[in-house]
């Protein structure tokens, strides 16, 4: 649909699309001529324990991470991934705390920023078609 839709729009003018984003998703939206979009599912998702990584989702919920001492995402610049563990987060989540969802979210953000920046990255070397379809299948894989 948005292939469809850009088309119709004019080409001098940002184009905005709402309500929409998974990271598989987006590089796809910005080639199909897309400037800018925005969408919940960065800050849901991490409140409800699934993190974006750069080997696809983390659901931290799952009892295999109770001791798993690694950051959220070893490639993740964010402040979370340099101070807290796997296992730290999801006994936050467990605990029910609030600061779970805080960290959480901070990172899925940090996470969304940096695939916007690898998308740039990709289109002045001109490899966005080849940088969407690694994002696409490393999220079609399933939670890591």
Request: contains cysteine.
């Amino acid at each position: 649909m948005a292939a469809e839709v850009t088309a119709l729009l004019p080409a001098d003018r940002p184009r905005y699309l709402m309500g929409v984003g998974r990271p598989e998703q987006i590089a796809d939206y910005v080639a199909r001529g897309i400037d800018m979009m925005d969408c919940v599912l960065p800050t849901r998702a991490a409140r409800h324990a699934c993190l974006y990584t750069s080997e696809g989702k983390v659901l931290i919920n799952n009892a295999r991470y109770i001791e798993d001492q690694r950051p959220i995402d070893a490639k993740c610049k964010c402040s979370v991934c340099q101070r807290y563990s796997r296992a730290y987060l999801r006994h936050l989540f467990a605990a029910g705390e609030i600061t779970a969802a805080i960290l959480a979210s901070h990172h899925n953000l940090w996470f969304y920023l940096d695939i916007m920046r690898q998308i740039r990255e990709a289109i002045s070397f001109g490899h966005l078609e080849n940088f969407a379809a690694e994002l696409r299948a490393r999220y079609t894989a399933g939670p890591v």
